[in-house]
C-alpha cells in the first residue's frame, strides 16, 4: 500500500513538473485556433489510419481552416503553422530556428545526415565546405551537359509520340538523375540508357518516410519492423546506397592519392566530398549521406518541377507557344542551349516561377524553435515547433490575385515591384534555403526549353482545381504527370 501511494506521488510530482516547465506553451496554445487535442497523444488521432495521401490532406486542411497562424499537437509537441510572409521573414533569419524538426529523423534510414535533415552543427560545417562546389564558376560549365542528357530525353520521348497519354515524370526523372550524376558527381549512372524506374523507387522511399513520421505506431521501432512499410524501406534504401556506393568508389578511384591543389571552389561536389574523407575531414558515412541526399533530393524536386512545368504548359496552349516562340527566337531549332542563352530565355523563366509558386517541391518544412521568437504581435516560445506552408503561402488569394490562374507575367519586374519578398518561397529562404536552388532553375529551365522546342505538349486536364495533389514531402499529382507528345 505505502509503495502504491509512494508512486502514485512520484508520478503526480513528475506530471506537475512536466506541465509547469511547459506552462507557457500551454498559455499560448489556447490563444491559438487549431484542432481539438487530447493529452499525451495530442491531435495526432488525426493520423491513425490511411494511406499517405489521406494523412497528408488531413493534414494540409489545417492550413486551409487557419490560413496564417494555427497549432496542433503532435503528442506532447506544441507545432504552430504558419503561412504569413511578415512572420516568415523574422522565422526563417533567426538562428533560433535553423533547427529541423523531430520529424525529419524519419528521413535518417535514407538520408542520414545529409545537408536537407542534418542537425544545425553539422549542417554549418558541411554546408560552409559543400557551398563553393556549387558557386557560379562551376555552374557556368553545366549547360553543355544538361543539354546532353535531354538530348537522350528527347530521343526516348520521340517514341512515345502520336499516342495516348503517357506519365512522362518517370523519363524526366531519369534525365534529372543523369544530369545529377554528370555534374554533381562527375561520373555517369545511365539511369535513361538502362530504362531505370528511379521514379517509382523514390516516391514509395517517400511515401513510407511521410507515413512514418505522422502515423504515431510507427514511432516505435519493434511495431514498424513488422510492417511491410519497414520491409519495402529496407529494400528500396539498399538499392539507392548501392548507387551512391558505387560513385563514392568510383570516384576514389578517380583521385587515390592524386589529391588536386586547386582551390575548393573549383571542384566538383563529389571530389570535395572524396577528398574530405581522405583528408579524414569526412567520414565515409557523411560522404555518403550527402551523396544520398543530392541524388535523392536533387533529382525528386527538379523532376517533379519540370513535369508540374510541362503539364500547365499542356494545359495552357497558348502561353506553351509564347515560350516555344522565345525558345526558336533565342537558340533557333538545333543550338544547343549555351550560358549566353539562359538570361535571355526571360518567358521561360517566368514560366518555370510561376510554375514553382502553383506547385512548390515542398509543401511545407519543419523547424525548431530553440529561442524564443518575437513576432509583430506574439512572441512564439522555445520548446515549441513550427510547419511552415509554403503551399498555402503560394496559393493565399491575400498575397496573390486569381491564385489558381496559371499567369507567368505575375514576374514580370513591374508586377513583383511591391511583393512581399517572402510571399514566394520555393528554395525557401534565409541561411538554411536550398543550397541547389541556382543549380535546379538552371537544370528545369534548359530541360522545359529543349522539351518544348521538340515537342507540343496536351494535357487532357482542363484546370489546375482539377489536379488532385499527394502532398508528402515533395508536392506531386496523386494520379501521375499525364501528357501527349506530338512531334513539331
Given amino acids: 500500500m505505502f509503495l502504491f501511494a509512494a508512486l502514485t506521488l512520484l508520478a503526480t510530482l513528475w506530471c506537475f513538473q512536466f506541465f509547469w516547465k511547459r506552462k507557457r506553451l500551454y498559455e499560448l496554445s489556447w490563444k491559438i485556433p487549431g484542432p481539438m487535442h487530447f493529452p499525451f497523444i495530442g491531435s495526432a488521432y488525426m493520423f491513425l489510419h490511411g494511406d499517405s495521401s489521406e494523412i497528408a490532406k488531413r493534414f494540409m486542411r489545417l492550413f486551409d481552416e487557419h490560413p496564417e497562424l494555427s497549432k496542433f499537437w503532435m503528442g506532447p509537441e506544441l507545432v504552430f503553422l504558419v503561412s504569413k ?7 526563417l533569419n533567426s538562428p533560433g530556428t535553423f533547427e529541423k524538426i523531430e520529424l525529419y529523423k524519419y528521413t535518417k534510414p535514407i538520408l542520414g545526415d545529409g545537408m536537407i535533415s542534418a542537425p544545425v552543427k553539422v549542417w554549418k560545417r558541411h554546408r560552409k565546405i559543400l557551398a563553393p562546389a556549387l558557386n557560379q564558376k562551376i555552374l557556368n560549365e553545366y549547360p553543355e551537359i544538361i543539354c546532353q542528357q535531354c538530348s537522350t530525353l528527347i530521343e526516348i520521348l520521340q517514341t512515345k509520340v502520336g499516342g495516348e497519354e503517357i506519365d512522362h515524370c518517370r523519363y524526366v526523372t531519369n534525365c534529372a538523375i543523369d544530369i ?24 514509395r522511399l517517400v511515401e513510407i518516410v511521410f507515413v512514418k513520421a505522422f502515423r504515431l505506431s510507427y514511432h516505435f521501432d519493434f511495431i514498424f519492423r513488422w510492417t511491410q512499410d519497414y520491409k519495402d524501406q529496407e529494400e528500396l534504401v539498399s538499392k539507392i546506397k548501392k548507387v551512391s556506393r558505387g560513385l563514392i568508389e ?46 535523392l533530393a536533387g533529382t525528386d524536386t527538379n523532376a517533379t518541377s519540370i513535369s508540374f512545368a510541362l503539364t500547365l504548359l499542356g494545359m495552357h496552349p497558348t502561353i506553351q507557344y509564347h515560350l516555344y516562340k522565345e525558345v526558336m527566337e533565342v537558340l533557333g531549332p538545333d543550338r544547343t542551349i549555351t550560358l549566353e542563352d539562359l538570361p535571355k530565355l526571360k518567358y521561360t523563366e517566368r514560366v518555370i516561377k510561376e510554375t514553382l509558386r502553383i506547385f512548390p517541391g ?20 522555445k520548446g515549441s515547433n513550427l510547419a511552415i506552408g509554403y503551399l498555402h503561402l503560394h496559393r493565399s488569394p491575400k498575397y496573390w490575385d486569381d491564385p489558381l490562374k496559371f499567369d507567368p507575367d505575375r514576374f514580370l519586374p513591374e508586377r513583383s515591384l511591391n511583393r512581399h519578398p ?14 541547389g536552388m541556382k543549380y535546379g532553375m538552371m537544370v528545369v529551365k534548359i530541360v522545359v526549353a529543349m522539351v518544348i522546342r521538340k515537342f507540343k505538349v496536351t494535357s487532357s486536364i482542363k484546370a489546375i482545381e482539377d489536379i488532385e495533389l499527394t502532398t508528402n514531402i515533395v508536392l ?12 513539331r
Fill in 85 to 91: 510572409p511578415e512572420y516568415l521573414e523574422v522565422i
Fill in 180 to 203: 545529377v550524376g554528370e555534374t554533381i558527381f562527375g561520373l555517369p549512372i545511365s539511369a535513361q540508357v538502362n530504362d531505370a524506374n528511379y521514379s517509382h523507387l523514390i516516391d
Fill in 250 to 295: 568510383k570516384k576514389k578511384e578517380q583521385l587515390g592519392a592524386q589529391l588536386e591543389t586547386e582551390e575548393n571552389k573549383k571542384k566538383p561536389l563529389l571530389d570535395l566530398l572524396v577528398e574530405k574523407y581522405l583528408t579524414k575531414e569526412f567520414t565515409e558515412e557523411e560522404v555518403e549521406d550527402e551523396v544520398n541526399t543530392f541524388l
Fill in 362 to 381: 515542398a509543401p511545407f518544412i519543419g523547424r525548431v524553435v530553440e529561442e524564443d521568437i518575437t513576432l509583430p504581435d506574439l512572441v512564439i516560445p
Fill in 422 to 435: 517572402y510571399t514566394w518561397l520555393p528554395f525557401s529562404g534565409g541561411p538554411r534555403n536550398c543550397v
Fill in 476 to 487: 506531386k499529382p496523386k494520379n501521375g504527370f499525364k501528357l501527349a507528345f506530338e512531334l
